[in-house]
């Protein structure tokens, strides 16, 4: 038993960072031998809360993760014997266990993994692997997908999944329960897919991710332009899917894509968390050990040899960006084209207003601007202030400058983002002066 330290006196900071790292692998166990996805999270989380009891008082455990399952073990026997005092789940449970196994104060710290019949090294990957594609099982809708994921491959708590979904914890923890419950009367089974099944629902898995992602890149609503907590945690859901799903490209590809947009992060905001256009940023403030692992996942996804998918063509885009010395030396050429082929690929009203902004790096804001009229007049982005702004840009480089404030100023009524917002009412300022 280890004793706490000085920088957390409390223990509870080693609790937060055990479940962390940790959590997964235990709700994947737990439901691995209940054959109850839902039970097991709720036992994984008794023994969190005991844990934050426990730890504070007796010491940090020496194994924490296999102190962490032994009560979860035995909260599922304790569920067992109130469902039936000869239920024969229990009585195996119970026999695993065995005499020495109580959890008495810290006792349970000194568990060994070889001896932990729960805890098969060789299994933790498919645990793992089951809990995201379970997590993001079609049956459910896309939010509860995004909460569920937090919540049990992620290790979030209730009140940061509401913060990353930007609800109410309550709201939070009613999608999760809800989620739960859909599982259970779907008579989903706690196992990894078949290839076949495991290739159909890739991509919601691969989904949710992103999504969790595009959020923490550029929050939607806020003080903060980044939120680097959860575009950090997408990564990390990230690498996880690609190592257990190495024969995937679009996996692959998607690792590369989040590396590659996170390698910008250091130099999209000042100190004073204001953003700083790509023409203005410090390329020396990028991240170029991300961007390197970034091309090697691109890399990796394009020899599988079947071309690259959606998220493959964003990433070599970003590729593009991540390489080019200035925004005047990029390949705009390359990135039009990209467009282009992600436009067929995965046909979008955002992927026709990203190509138009390239087409105006590439070719001139008048040939860009009927692209983005085309999406104006179809109402596609009508509540987004995406449009506004990139047409407001647009004109603003045709001399246009009275149709650019108009633009800008619904952009501005749009933006949910204080920090995109500020950016936007700087340019109307610009061209109020330059009048």
Same mark, same amino acid.
């Given at each position: 038993?280890?004793?706490?330290?000085?920088?957390?006196?409390?223990?509870?900071?080693?609790?937060?960072?055990?479940?962390?790292?940790?959590?997964?692998?235990?709700?994947?166990?737990?439901?691995?031998?209940?054959?109850?996805?839902?039970?097991?999270?709720?036992?994984?989380?008794?023994?969190?809360?005991?844990?934050?009891?426990?730890?504070?008082?007796?010491?940090?455990?020496?194994?924490?993760?296999?102190?962490? %399952?032994?009560?979860?073990?035995?909260?599922?026997?304790?569920?067992?014997?109130? #469902?039936?005092?000869?239920?024969?789940?229990?009585?195996?449970?119970?026999?695993?266990?065995?005499?020495?196994?109580?959890?008495?104060?810290?006792?349970?710290?000194?568990?060994?993994?070889?001896?932990?019949?729960?805890?098969?090294?060789?299994?933790?990957?498919?645990?793992?692997?089951?809990?995201?594609?379970?997590?993001?099982?079609?049956?459910?809708?896309?939010?509860?997908?995004?909460?569920?994921?937090?919540?049990?491959?992620?290790?979030?708590?209730?009140?940061?999944?509401?913060?990353?979904?930007?609800?109410?914890?309550?709201?939070?923890?009613?999608?999760?329960?809800?989620?739960?419950? $859909? %599982?259970?009367?779907?008579?989903?089974?706690?196992?990894?897919?078949? $290839?076949?099944?495991?290739?159909?629902?890739?991509?919601?898995? %691969?989904?949710?991710?992103?999504?969790?992602?595009?959020?923490?890149?550029?929050?939607?609503?806020?003080?903060?332009?980044?939120?680097?907590?959860?575009?950090?945690?997408?990564?990390?859901?990230?690498?996880?899917?690609?190592?257990?799903?190495?024969?995937?490209?679009?996996?692959?590809?998607?690792?590369?894509?989040?590396?590659?947009?996170?390698?910008?992060?250091?130099? #999209?905001?000042?100190?004073?968390?204001?953003?700083?256009?790509?023409?203005?940023?410090?390329?020396?403030?990028?991240?170029?050990?991300?961007?390197?692992?970034?091309?090697?996942?691109?890399?990796?996804?394009?020899?599988?040899?079947?071309?690259?998918?959606?998220?493959?063509?964003?990433?070599?885009?970003?590729?593009?960006?991540?390489?080019?010395?200035?925004?005047?030396?990029?390949?705009?050429?390359?990135?039009?084209?990209?467009?282009?082929?992600?436009?067929?690929?995965?046909?979008?009203?955002?992927?026709?207003?990203?190509?138009?902004?390239?087409?105006?790096?590439?070719?001139?804001?008048?040939?860009?601007?009927?692209?983005?009229?085309?999406?104006?007049?179809?109402?596609?982005?009508?509540?987004?202030?995406?449009?506004?702004?990139?047409?407001?840009?647009?004109?603003?480089?045709?001399?246009?400058?009275?149709?650019?404030?108009?633009?800008?100023?619904?952009?501005?009524?749009?933006?949910?983002?204080?920090?995109?917002?500020?950016?936007?009412?700087?340019?109307?300022?610009?061209?109020?002066?330059?009048?």
């Amino acid at each position: 038993m280890s004793g706490t330290t000085a920088g957390d006196p409390t223990g509870r900071g080693a609790v937060a960072a055990v479940w962390r790292i940790e959590s997964a692998r235990i709700v994947g166990a737990l439901a691995r031998y209940t054959g109850d996805f839902a039970l097991a999270e709720d036992l994984a989380q008794e023994a969190l809360a005991e844990a934050l009891v426990n730890w504070p008082r007796d010491g940090v455990p020496r194994n924490p993760s296999g102190w962490l %399952l032994t009560v979860g073990k035995r909260r599922a026997i304790d569920a067992f014997r109130r #469902r039936s005092a000869l239920d024969e789940k229990y009585a195996v449970l119970a026999r695993d266990l065995g005499e020495g196994g109580a959890v008495t104060g810290g006792g349970a710290g000194s568990a060994r993994h070889g001896d932990d019949v729960l805890w098969d090294p060789d299994q933790i990957d498919d645990d793992v692997l089951a809990l995201m594609f379970i997590s993001c099982h079609p049956v459910l809708s896309k939010e509860a997908r995004v909460a569920l994921t937090l919540r049990v491959v992620g290790g979030l708590t209730s009140d940061e999944i509401a913060k990353a979904c930007l609800v109410p914890t309550a709201t939070a923890q009613a999608r999760i329960t809800r989620a739960k419950k $859909a %599982l259970g009367a779907a008579g989903v089974p706690f196992a990894v897919p078949t $290839a076949e099944e495991r290739t159909a629902r890739l991509g919601s898995v %691969l989904n949710v991710i992103y999504l969790i992602f595009t959020e923490g890149s550029t929050a939607s609503s806020g003080d903060d332009l980044i939120r680097f907590d959860l575009a950090g945690e997408a990564q990390r859901l990230a690498r996880v899917l690609a190592r257990l799903v190495p024969d995937q490209p679009e996996a692959h590809g998607l690792l590369a894509l989040l590396e590659l947009t996170a390698a910008r992060f250091p130099a #999209r905001t000042r100190p004073d968390g204001e953003p700083v256009l790509l023409e203005h940023q410090d390329r020396r403030r990028w991240d170029h050990a991300a961007i390197r692992r970034g091309r090697a996942a691109l890399a990796r996804a394009e020899q599988a040899g079947r071309g690259l998918g959606a998220y493959g063509l964003q990433a070599a885009i970003a590729e593009c960006h991540a390489v080019a010395p200035s925004v005047e030396e990029t390949n705009w050429e390359r990135i039009v084209l990209l467009y282009e082929a992600l436009g067929r690929l995965a046909p979008s009203p955002v992927v026709d207003l990203n190509r138009a902004v390239a087409v105006s790096m590439a070719r001139g804001p008048a040939a860009a601007l009927p692209i983005v009229d085309g999406l104006a007049g179809s109402d596609l982005l009508a509540n987004s202030h995406l449009l506004p702004s990139v047409r407001g840009e647009l004109l603003v480089r045709l001399g246009r400058a009275d149709q650019a404030r108009v633009e800008l100023e619904r952009a501005v009524l749009l933006c949910g983002n204080e920090r995109e917002r500020s950016v936007l009412e700087r340019k109307i300022a610009d061209l109020t002066a330059s009048r």
